[in-house]
């Protein structure tokens, strides 16, 4: 084989790497593409929301269909780094408020939670959630809708009371505390300014 000839042959089985290698990436982002175009779907489904840009945001703050079922969670979570740390009786209440919710020990949805109890998530993910959260109960009767905002605000107070007071006694809610209610209530309610109103009185 002469000089000429072993360097074009050099050529073509570089050319063929290339296109084999292009190929791959192609097949393997097409791959992802639809992987991520399901997860949307399901991660939709789960939560109840019909908003791409919601769904997309959620996904960008890392939810999976193995952990959307903590979305309602969230508001919890936020009330209780209030004051910049989770007490003990605090992740307690939240832990016992997802197991209520089928939240089971050893899943990745209880590795998510205990991240965000061990790490504080950012301003942005909470804001995100609370907008993903008002999205799901908008879609729900007026009925749904009333009893879902109050649940989630009832539980987030719950959160607030149990290690206020003395020695975690008493009943006070903290200004940090009873601040993030507020906002979390006037976000969900939102457009119902009586019921917003309601809520914030019984913070008082």
């Known amino acids: 084989m002469s000089g000429h000839d072993a360097l ?15 190929e791959q990436e192609l097949i393997e982002k097409l791959r992802r593409k639809a ?6 779907k399901e991660i939709g489904e789960a939560a109840g929301l019909a908003d791409d840009e919601l769904i997309a945001d959620l996904m960008k ?5 193995e952990t959307i079922s903590l979305l309602h969670l969230v508001p919890l979570i ?6 910049d740390s989770v007490s003990s009786r605090e992740r307690a209440a939240i832990v016992e408020a ?3 919710r089928g939240v089971v020990v050893g899943t990745m949805a209880d590795a998510q939670l205990t991240a965000w109890l061990d790490v504080r998530p950012t301003d942005e993910f ?3 959630a609370t907008r993903a959260i008002r999205g799901f109960l908008t879609a729900l009767s007026a009925e749904e809708w009333e009893a879902g905002v109050t649940d989630i605000v009832a539980c987030c107070t719950a959160v607030a009371k149990v290690s206020g007071g003395v020695l975690g006694l008493g009943s006070k ?32």
């Open 8 to 22: 074009e042959k050099r050529r073509r089985i570089s050319e063929e790497t290339y296109f084999a290698r292009e």
């Open 35 to 40: 992987e991520l175009t399901a997860e949307h």
């Open 61 to 65: 703050f890392g939810f999976k269909r």
């Open 78 to 83: 936020q009330l209780a780094w209030a004051s």
């Open 98 to 100: 997802a197991r209520s």
């Open 126 to 128: 909470f804001e995100s």
């Open 173 to 204: 809610v903290c200004d940090g505390e009873r601040a993030v209610l507020s906002k979390v209530a006037a976000e969900l309610a939102r457009g119902h300014q009586e019921e917003a109103d309601a809520f914030e009185a019984k913070l008082n």
